[in-house]
């Protein structure tokens, strides 16, 4: 157990539909990162938040959103839902910002979308 | 910008063989690098890393060595069991930015 916690485990929702995943990190940790695993696109960074602002952005769509809040956990908003969103997003955290820290994942929230 | 690129799999081997996938980098700034691993169904847990040159990072048998003049970071153990089964992924994570730029993924199945 990393200690990332993610919720929902499984979402099934329909095309053009907005869905919110929710992220935990670990205790202390102050960064949080999304990323996106597909079959085609392997694991794609989105975003990164760092003690409630965003600090780094990928190829997040314009139809995606993240948050993070002041009690550290992070949401991550995808709208207009397409089948080409469904994928495996994954929630990351680390203490600080620095390149060598550990990041620590969560078990995943696997998208279905109809 | 920075890219990983991971020998492709997937690899099919015997217990008690020997492991070894390639990996090679580019990046812009002074990167660390990552091994991490997923079991079917379970998220990334990190298997092992070096943040500089000639950084030998072991874990559970595990072993990759940053060699910089390759740019490659290869990742080899001496003898895999049944429960090394599962896809390993090599990473990045710049001095400029500290996201994981990840490779592709290798699927390795260690046959009893």
């Known amino acids: 157990d990393s200690g990332v916690t993610q919720t929902p485990k499984h979402l099934i929702t329909a095309t053009g539909q907005r869905v919110t995943l929710r992220c935990s990190p670990r205790?202390?940790?102050?960064?949080v990162y999304w990323y996106q695993q597909s079959l085609d696109q392997g694991l794609q960074f989105l975003i990164q938040?760092?003690?409630?602002?965003?600090?780094a952005k990928g190829n997040i769509l314009e139809r995606f959103s993240a948050q993070q809040f002041p009690d550290l956990h992070s949401e991550l908003n995808l709208s207009s839902l397409e089948l080409g969103d469904s994928a495996l997003y994954f929630c990351?955290?680390?203490?600080?910002?620095?390149?060598?820290?550990?990041?620590?994942f969560g078990p995943g929230t696997r998208l279905t979308v109809l | 910008g920075n890219s990983v690129t991971q020998m492709e799999g997937p690899v099919t081997l015997s217990e008690e063989a020997f492991l070894t996938i390639n990996c090679t980098y580019t990046?812009?700034?002074?990167?660390?690098l990552f091994w991490y691993v997923q079991y079917p169904g379970e998220g990334l847990q990190l298997l092992l890393k070096?943040?500089?040159?000639?950084d030998k990072g072991s874990n559970k048998g595990f072993e990759a060595t940053y060699r910089k003049e390759t740019t490659s970071f290869h990742l080899e153990k001496g003898s895999v069991q049944v429960s090394d089964s599962a896809v390993y992924f090599c990473?990045?994570?710049?001095?400029?930015?500290?996201?994981?730029?990840f490779g592709a993924g290798t699927t390795v199945t260690v046959r009893a």
């Open positions: 070096a943040t500089k040159a000639d």
């Open positions: 990473a990045l994570s710049d001095s400029n930015d500290y996201k994981l730029s």
């Open positions: 205790s202390g940790d102050l960064s």
């Open positions: 938040y760092y003690n409630g602002e965003e600090r």
């Open positions: 990351a955290s680390s203490v600080g910002l620095a390149n060598n820290n550990e990041q620590f």
């Open positions: 990046a812009t700034g002074y990167p660390s």
